[in-house]
């Protein structure tokens, strides 16, 4: 298969699998972490002074600091519906669905399935090499234990067949070795352990995972990154979960987006409660954004944090919700919803209740002391 050919391949099949964008950039280091860097000396990072160590530093600048083989990048966007007009204590859309990192990565997972498979058919891009080794050792030893057989037998020719079958069938269990970032191949599949042959490897990337995301999707040709520092798509606003795929594949890259769709509009400027966000650098002053205070700010509130907060339990759709580019009809989201969202009765859930009441939800990363101290601020806020 062509590279041009697998890039239409992974375009139709990601549509096909609940993901509504889809772009091609390459691997190279990414020009905007210099915005990236000088929103980290601003000194706005609260308690997350993680995002200033080294290791994070340099995956962020080259993602092939992440696969260092990686040629091409996939970047894929799953829609999300904002919620109604909220009404008193406010939770963020996104935490109506089901965990989304979990869902998103199953989905790609899925995804690179189908590219190993295809690729696999083609005869390109088999198996990672680790795996190649182990394949082929396996089929070392399965072939010694042939011999040994044959040997101790009368050879005739329906018994041969009958032990090249077995052969077959011993391969089987080596199908589900663990491999990391690399997929596996079936007996019939099996490639020569030739070390000119070329393998196939990825790795998949969720919010999570220290990639620019944005800089990426934006770089893949599929939106820009508005006043509000968040990635908006023309047709779906800045109501996506985006996702990346680092290939070893060489894929030819879509072109960069260059439209600046934000003009004079201000309105996220404006509407901020905690006015945290630059519309010159988009970026935003994180130790004083809602979702930052109520989901990622560890520890208790100062007086000042507490006021922030308003009567928001976990996180803020403020900009989402004002921004015209969101205003457009996209349907429902593929993601599942998710068994519970926050409520103000949740301040007497032991650690145990509030771990199974949200097992499947992002709300799981405020933890239960978390979730308590944002309750607390929200009914002292709404009582004044």
């Not at 609260?46 to 083989?69: F, I, N, Q, V, W």
């Not at 690399?182 to 969720?206: A, E, K």
């Not at 809602?290 to 007086?303: A, D, R």
Request: contains cysteine; charged residues 20%.
């Amino acid at each position: 298969m062509q590279t041009n050919q697998i890039k239409e391949f992974i375009r139709a099949e990601s549509k096909k699998l609940g993901f509504c964008v889809c772009g091609f950039t390459n691997a190279e280091p990414c020009a905007d972490f210099v915005r990236y860097q000088q929103w980290l000396e601003t000194d706005s990072l609260g308690t997350m002074a993680y995002l200033k160590r080294e290791d994070t530093l340099a995956k962020r600048a080259d993602p092939r600091a992440l696969l260092p083989e990686a040629q091409s990048i996939c970047v894929l966007g799953v829609p999300m519906a904002l919620r109604p007009a909220p009404s008193e204590p406010e939770v963020a859309s996104y935490a109506w669905y089901a965990d989304y990192h979990e869902t998103i990565l199953s989905m790609a997972e899925k995804l690179v399935e189908k590219v190993r498979q295809q690729s696999a058919v083609s005869g390109q891009w088999p198996v990672d090499s680790d795996q190649q080794s182990a394949v082929s050792s396996q089929c070392s030893v399965v072939s010694d234990k042939l011999s040994a057989v044959s040997s101790q037998c009368s050879v005739v020719s329906d018994q041969q067949s009958a032990v090249s079958n077995h052969h077959s069938s011993l391969l089987t269990p080596y199908s589900s070795l663990p491999t990391p970032h690399s997929s596996l191949l079936t007996p019939n599949q099996l490639p020569d352990p030739s070390p000119q042959q070329p393998v196939f490897s990825y790795r998949i990337c969720i919010d999570s995972s220290p990639i620019l995301e944005r800089s990426l999707a934006v770089r893949a040709g599929l939106g820009w990154i508005g006043k509000s520092s968040m990635f908006i798509h023309p047709k779906y606003g800045s109501r996506l979960f985006l996702c990346e795929i680092l290939l070893n594949i060489p894929i030819e890259p879509d072109t960069p987006y260059t439209k600046d769709g934000c003009g004079s509009c201000l309105r996220c400027t404006n509407t901020c409660p905690n006015h945290c966000i630059d519309p010159e650098s988009r970026t935003i002053r994180a130790d004083h954004c809602i979702s930052y205070l109520t989901i990622e700010h560890k520890g208790e509130f100062t007086p000042e944090q507490s006021k922030l907060v308003g009567t928001h339990l976990f996180g803020c759709d403020e900009c989402l919700r004002v921004c015209p580019w969101n205003s457009r009809d996209i349907g429902e989201s593929p993601l599942p919803l998710a068994g519970a969202v926050p409520q103000l009765s949740d301040y007497d859930l032991t650690d145990m209740e509030f771990k199974e009441k949200f097992r499947n939800s992002p709300v799981l990363r405020t933890k239960a002391k978390g979730l308590r101290r944002n309750i607390e601020a929200a009914v002292k806020n709404s009582n004044k």
